[in-house]
């Protein structure tokens, strides 16, 4: 049994060939933070602050 919606099952039987790249826009890393925070900011500062701090770790998956 697992907690996956049909729609992340879709797309675990969807393969696509991808490369990572990384993201250089500020302005994604921004709305990427906040959605982080929306969602997981009930757990407070000490769970959520060391997961936005580090911005080098978005990536983007590029198809190939």
Not at 9 to 15: C, G, T
Not at 19 to 35: I, M, W
Not at 37 to 58: E, W
């Amino acid at each position: 049994m697992t907690n996956w919606s049909d729609d992340e099952l879709i797309r675990i039987e969807h393969a696509e060939d991808v490369t990572f790249a990384e993201v250089f826009d500020s302005g994604v890393n921004d709305r990427v933070d906040a959605a982080y925070r929306t969602k997981y900011g009930r757990y407070g500062a000490s769970y959520v602050t060391p997961m936005v701090a580090s911005r080098d770790t978005t990536l983007k998956l590029v198809p190939r």
